[in-house]
Nanobody, 121 residues
Framework: QVQLVESGGGLVQPGGSLRLSCAASGSILSIYAMGWYRQAPGKQRELVASITSSGSTNYADSVKGRFTISRDNAKNTVTLQMNSLKPEDTAVYYC???????????????WGQGTQVTVSS
């Protein structure tokens, strides 16, 4: 029904940059918000950044000033530009979309498969 495809993960040295992208496709009626979550070993999944279709953003305190989230509503994509990366940013990053499908019904969350980000020297 809905697929979220992520790209851009990898290995980077501390202080480096990565850009994650996520494209949503399928029977989408409207997207209320898209965002990125991450989960490190032994930790709960946490919100990194989110953005609504109107452009309102929300960031975790730990990434403010370093990460920037953006979206292209026409393409149903969201991008996370990650700068000044730190080892503690190491995690699996998951794309999330809160949306309604063309079949109607309640607004639901959809998830990508996750992409590994490793920050290490």
């Amino acid at each position: 029904q809905v697929q979220l495809v992520e790209s851009g993960g990898g290995l980077v040295q501390p202080g480096g940059s990565l850009r994650l992208s996520c494209a949503a496709s399928g029977s989408i009626l409207s997207i209320y918000a898209m965002g990125w979550y991450r989960q490190a070993p032994g930790k709960q999944r946490e919100l990194v950044a989110s953005i609504t279709s109107s452009g309102s953003t929300n960031y975790a305190d730990s990434v403010k000033g370093r990460f920037t989230i953006s979206r292209d509503n026409a393409k149903n994509t969201v991008t996370l530009q990650m700068n000044s990366l730190k080892p503690e940013d190491t995690a699996v990053y998951y794309c999330n979309a809160n949306l309604r499908t063309t079949m109607g019904g309640r607004r639901n969350d959809y998830w990508g498969q996750g992409t590994q980000v490793t920050v290490s020297s």
